[in-house]
């Protein structure tokens, strides 16, 4: 079984590729079931969840990744996430590889993010304001440029020398980015505001955000955790990655109870928009908000892109011919 470790899997994943991997594994779809879900007492820290997020196409590739996400991770100085993923064939189950799933969940959630954004944005869009400092928050100009010509980046994060941190690594990537102390003023001069945390009290207001400003929520995966007030919700043109996210994300269940959002009212799901049945933006003043949970058919892609990429740069024949995602 081939192992592919961290700066491996990274390198098999650049944004430039992954991006429109990800919209044709969104148009050609695969089996997803519902992800499996469990608290795990983490001895007096905050709980820890453990998921299990399975997929497959029925004669190619079989996948599963498993998460470990422990938000009091962070006092101690280590990521709050962990995950692994195993690749099958899904003619017979043979295991084929083991790839870093953290590699794997940060570069697909900050590439799907970059692929709505591409129906979601305004395409002149060259300003951004990254919440967060973490993992897949360095991630998303990244991801963003590979859509948007992305140029000035302001970073705000709860703790400001994680922010002030990640704004000097942008910068020495190129990017005109400093730190924001406060996320109103932030969002005066941001086309797009993305949200990449593990809050459960609101960041963002809808008081905040210009007209044709784009809205991107990552970071919430439960009914407690949220990154936008009810407001940013209101008479905005709403779209989700997939139906779960109106089950599991707080962003959307504290609005829909509030009665200021419909489940009705979402415009559209991510595979709607790759598959062109939702056009997506309709106008330049528009307010578009993107709330994303994550789908285990984001991680089969990135998962055999990787696996595919490191046989074919090996001379290798991948083991499933003819079928990739």
Same mark, same amino acid.
Request: charged share 20%; hydrophobic share 45%.
């Given at each position: 079984?081939?192992?592919?470790?961290?700066?491996?899997?990274?390198?098999?994943?650049?944004?430039?590729?992954?991006?429109?991997?990800?919209?044709?594994?969104?148009?050609?779809?695969?089996?997803?079931?519902?992800?499996?879900?469990?608290?795990?007492?983490?001895?007096?820290?905050?709980?820890?969840?453990?998921?299990?997020?399975?997929?497959?196409?029925?004669?190619?590739?079989?996948?599963?990744?498993?998460?470990t996400i422990y938000p009091g991770n962070t006092q101690s100085g280590l990521p709050g996430l962990y995950s692994t993923y195993?690749?099958?064939?899904?003619?017979?189950?043979?295991?084929?590889?083991?790839?870093?799933?953290?590699?794997?969940?940060?570069?697909?959630? $900050? /590439? @799907?993010?970059?692929? %709505?954004?591409?129906?979601? =944005?305004?395409?002149?869009?060259?300003?951004? #304001? !990254?919440?967060? *400092?973490?993992?897949?928050?360095?991630?998303?100009?990244?991801?963003?440029?590979?859509?948007?010509?992305?140029?000035?980046?302001?970073?705000?994060?709860?703790?400001?020398?994680?922010?002030?941190?990640?704004?000097?690594?942008?910068?020495?990537?190129?990017?005109?980015?400093?730190?924001?102390?406060?996320? $109103? /003023? @932030?969002?005066?001069? %941001?086309?797009?505001?993305? =949200?990449?945390?593990?809050?459960?009290?609101? #960041? !963002?207001?809808? *008081?905040?955000?210009?007209?044709?400003?784009?809205?991107?929520?990552?970071?919430?995966?439960?009914?407690?955790?949220?990154?936008?007030?009810?407001?940013?919700?209101?008479?905005?043109?709403?779209?989700?990655?997939?139906?779960?996210?109106?089950?599991?994300?707080?962003?959307?269940?504290?609005?829909?109870? $509030?009665?200021?959002?419909?489940? %009705?009212?979402?415009?559209?799901?991510?595979?709607?928009?790759?598959?062109?049945?939702?056009?997506?933006?309709?106008?330049?003043?528009?307010?578009?908000?993107?709330?994303?949970?994550?789908?285990?058919?984001?991680?089969?892609?990135?998962?055999?892109?990787?696996?595919?990429?490191?046989?074919?740069?090996?001379?290798?024949?991948?083991?499933?011919?003819?079928?990739?995602?």
């Amino acid at each position: 079984m081939l192992i592919l470790d961290s700066d491996t899997t990274r390198a098999l994943l650049p944004f430039g590729k992954l991006v429109p991997a990800l919209r044709d594994a969104l148009i050609r779809g695969c089996e997803v079931p519902q992800r499996h879900s469990h608290a795990i007492d983490a001895h007096g820290a905050a709980p820890g969840t453990m998921l299990l997020m399975p997929s497959w196409q029925t004669g190619a590739y079989l996948g599963v990744k498993t998460v470990t996400i422990y938000p009091g991770n962070t006092q101690s100085g280590l990521p709050g996430l962990y995950s692994t993923y195993l690749l099958h064939d899904a003619r017979t189950g043979q295991p084929l590889a083991m790839i870093d799933g953290n590699e794997i969940t940060s570069r697909r959630t $900050a /590439a @799907a993010s970059a692929l %709505a954004a591409s129906y979601l =944005s305004r395409k002149e869009a060259a300003s951004m #304001l !990254v919440l967060g *400092a973490g993992r897949v928050a360095s991630l998303l100009p990244h991801a963003y440029r590979a859509v948007r010509p992305i140029e000035r980046v302001a970073v705000w994060d709860i703790n400001a020398s994680q922010g002030e941190a990640l704004a000097a690594r942008l910068q020495a990537d190129g990017f005109d980015a400093r730190f924001a102390p406060t996320i $109103a /003023a @932030a969002c005066e001069d %941001a086309d797009i505001v993305t =949200s990449a945390t593990l809050s459960t009290l609101p #960041l !963002v207001q809808r *008081a905040w955000l210009r007209p044709g400003t784009h809205l991107d929520l990552i970071g919430g995966f439960t009914p407690a955790m949220r990154e936008a007030d009810d407001d940013c919700f209101d008479a905005t043109s709403v779209f989700v990655d997939t139906s779960e996210a109106v089950l599991k994300a707080g962003d959307l269940l504290h609005p829909i109870g $509030a009665g200021v959002l419909m489940a %009705a009212d979402i415009r559209a799901m991510l595979a709607d928009l790759c598959q062109q049945r939702h056009p997506g933006r309709t106008n330049d003043t528009e307010i578009t908000v993107f709330k994303a949970v994550g789908t285990a058919l984001e991680d089969l892609a990135a998962a055999v892109m990787a696996y595919e990429g490191f046989e074919g740069s090996h001379g290798t024949t991948p083991r499933v011919e003819a079928m990739a995602m």
